[in-house]
């Protein structure tokens, strides 16, 4: 039993935030039926994302509605607030928050109070300042750009078989990819394969036409499967005639051309961003430490160093690896900690509340899997190392292990099946993202050229 009634505030949805909250729903199980406890969660969507998941929604292998985890089914005992944080002032334990009412109120945002923190709101993408970026560029960081970039692809190859300008064809038909990290090679692979599928459908297209170009800033990719199989990765792309382009950068996009560091020149309408993350800026906005890179600086037992009801961990955490060789080793922000980081996370939670000892933090680092595209795959785990369709069948079994709830396992793995019995989807469905441009014609106006309001704000 907890010592006092305790407000539990979770900032952010994702792996870290939901599995937190799923963690605390059964720990704390008779508290939260007393009314001895609550918790909260504010997150921007109503949804968790299952990122490694993305390239397939992309290619249109998985649904996107199936890589996605409804946070108010699995979340029944907490308070799901969509919104944002945008202050945190732990002092005072209170979290400036805007939801999706207040601009509609016009009361301004909202001062949320709490007793314990959970800090989770993962990383948005670390961009540089590239002229034409802004403008043109695409991220790949959520299902709503995965699902946006499939439309934009299938639109270059119908731009491609319609025009008779051989300008415009080849600027439809080259691909960029900036960013050799799991995204970029992962999203690359998954929508060069569906692309080269496509074109079968097209009477004056094929896949010799395409350029596909990866551009890494460094001498490697994938460095998360190691040298050996990095370099396997590259022989793999480039026999599929994808361009892969080491120890190179983008400089500049403007006008539609991207203008590499090794002075290459490519008129394109695709440039897709996957160079990196960096942590949420709310993390800026608190009293809390930092370290050099932004991350909260925590303690092997997941707590904020020297800030008492404080607790962090995945993307927006500095946590101490026990299991390195030596000092000062720090976790990899990446799922497969952040995943196993929340569980520790909500135990430790508990534990303070009922004044027990807390857990500390400690996992091996087992290895890495990567989709190449249908059948081709790298993986390295527990020191072996995978290529082809051995790791290809790995990675899909070990995602579908860690997709959340049954009901997600059983509806990815029927698509998956239905797949390998029929052909695949080639449809885009881009005019999603203008609903209203039909009716707002018909009804007299003039459909607005600019992008709809993100109802996120």
Aim: charged share 25%; with cysteine.
């Amino acid at each position: 039993m907890v010592k006092e009634r305790a407000r539990i505030l979770v900032v952010g949805g994702g792996y870290v935030g939901m599995y937190t909250a799923l963690r605390l729903q059964r720990n704390l199980r008779g508290e939260l039926r007393r009314g001895e406890a609550e918790i909260t969660v504010v997150t921007p969507d109503p949804y968790m994302t299952y990122q490694p998941f993305l390239p397939e929604a992309a290619a249109g292998s998985i649904s996107p509605r199936h890589v996605v985890v409804p946070l108010r089914r699995v979340l029944g005992d907490c308070d799901v607030v969509v919104g944002e944080a945008h202050s945190i002032d732990h002092t005072r334990r209170t979290a400036t928050v805007t939801t999706l009412a207040t601009a509609e109120e016009g009361t301004g945002a909202r001062r949320l109070t709490y007793d314990e923190l959970v800090l989770a709101p993962g990383s948005v993408s670390r961009t540089l300042p590239v002229p034409g970026l802004a403008d043109h560029g695409i991220g790949f960081k959520t299902v709503e750009e995965a699902i946006g970039l499939r439309n934009h692809v299938l639109e270059q190859l119908d731009i491609a078989s319609s025009t008779r300008d051989p300008a415009v064809r080849d600027a439809a038909l080259t691909f960029v990819f900036v960013g050799g990290g799991f995204a970029g090679v992962e999203a690359l692979g998954e929508l060069e394969d569906m692309a080269r599928y496509a074109a079968r459908y097209y009477h004056n297209v094929t896949p010799e036409d395409m350029k596909w170009i990866l551009v890494e800033a460094s001498g490697r990719i994938l460095p998360e499967v190691g040298e050996d199989m990095g370099r396997y990765t590259v022989t793999e792309l480039r026999r599929r005639n994808i361009d892969v382009r080491l120890d190179t950068r983008l400089e500049s996009c403007t006008d539609r051309v991207a203008v590499l560091s090794d002075g290459a020149r490519f008129p394109t309408r695709t440039v897709v961003w996957t160079a990196g993350v960096k942590p949420h800026p709310v993390l800026a906005a608190t009293d809390l430490p930092l370290d050099d890179r932004g991350r909260l600086v925590c303690t092997p037992q997941l707590a904020v160093d020297g800030a008492p009801h404080a607790w962090a961990a995945g993307d927006a955490a500095a946590v101490p690896d026990v299991t390195a060789p030596g000092p000062g080793g720090q976790c990899a922000p990446n799922a497969q900690h952040a995943v196993r980081q929340a569980r520790v996370l909500g135990d430790n939670i508990a534990h303070a509340l009922r004044g027990e000892p807390l857990d500390t933090y400690a996992h091996k680092y087992v290895g890495s899997v990567a989709s190449l595209g249908f059948h081709q795959g790298v993986a390295h785990v527990y020191g072996r190392r995978l290529k082809g369709y051995p790791a290809w069948f790995m990675h899909r079994a070990y995602h579908l292990s860690r997709v959340p709830t049954v009901n997600r396992k059983a509806r990815v793995l029927a698509e998956w099946a239905l797949a390998g019995l029929f052909k695949r989807e080639i449809v885009s469905l881009g005019s999603l993202e203008h609903p209203r441009a039909e009716f707002e014609l018909a009804a007299g106006g003039k459909p607005s050229q600019e992008p709809p309001r993100n109802p996120k704000g």
